[in-house]
Antibody, heavy 116, light 110 residues
Framework: QVQLVESGGGLVKPGGSLRLSCAAS????????MSWIRQAPGKGLEWVSYIISSGSTIYYADSVKGRFTISRDNAKNSLYLQMTSLRAEDTAVYYC?????????WGQGTLVTVSS | QSALTQPASVSGSPGQSITISCTGT?????????VSWYQQHPGKAPKLMIY???NRPSGVSNRFSGSKSGNTASLTISGLQAEDEADYYC??????????FGTGTKVTVL
């Protein structure tokens, strides 16, 4: 069965960095686009970034462009989100999802808290 | 990348039908067939309910249906049930090759 497991969340100070990981299993990872979506506490969903199956094309939301970097390792069935220059408004549960316009599988999410 | 506009809340009695709207622009909802709908229960990850405007993933009840007219997409839930009480979000592909979510709608079953 398809499984997506995020890790790497935690408490970080403003201006700090964090790297999130998403371990995928149960499907051929290299065949699928992958996305990161976040949800601030008590707020709605916000698309963050997606990467195509080969990793050669990437898109970001304006709110994270220049600060976040999405990447993937198809040999390790893993998706990553490197987050730098973190701000309080980046505080959220971060979900990885298989696909983009048809995100049929989601992980359980990992909480990132940016606070001094 | 402005969020798509959804009503904050919609309610209905068991057995009734409700419709949630999702309004965007010709650069997102109106320009592409890539509108999706997600259901989210408290503390849970979102669940895909509709993709490409009208398609239901395997296992999703046929009480859920989607449509689109111009720059507005809609999700209809017929035969409303207690377990349908949740938050619902639309999403759309955009002309910038990015994605955008709606503001979210809380569905209450009276």
């Amino acid at each position: 069965q398809v499984q997506l497991v995020e890790s790497g969340g935690g408490l970080v100070k403003p201006g700090g960095s964090l790297r999130l990981s998403c371990a995928a299993s149960g499907f051929t990872f290299s065949d699928y686009y992958m996305s990161w979506i976040r949800q601030a506490p008590g707020k709605g969903l916000e698309w963050v970034s997606y990467i195509i199956s080969s990793g050669s094309t990437i898109y970001y939301a304006d709110s994270v462009k220049g600060r976040f970097t999405i990447s993937r390792d198809n040999a390790k069935n893993s998706l990553y989100l490197q987050m730098t220059s973190l701000r309080a408004e980046d505080t959220a549960v971060y979900y990885c999802a298989r696909g983009t316009t048809r995100a049929e599988y989601w992980g359980q999410g990992t909480l990132v808290t940016v606070s001094s | 990348q402005s969020a798509l506009t959804q009503p904050a809340s919609v309610s209905g009695s068991p057995g009734q039908s409700i419709t949630i709207s999702c309004t965007g622009t010709s650069s997102d909802v109106g320009g592409y067939k890539y509108v999706s709908w997600y259901q989210q229960h408290p503390g849970k990850a979102p669940k895909l309910m509709i993709y490409e405007v009208t398609n239901r993933p395997s296992g999703v009840s046929n009480r859920f249906s989607g449509s689109k007219s111009g720059n507005t997409a809609s999700l209809t839930i017929s035969g409303l049930q207690a377990e349908d009480e949740a938050d619902y979000y639309c999403s759309s592909y955009t002309s910038s090759s990015t994605l955008v979510f709606g503001t979210g709608t809380k569905v209450t079953v009276l």
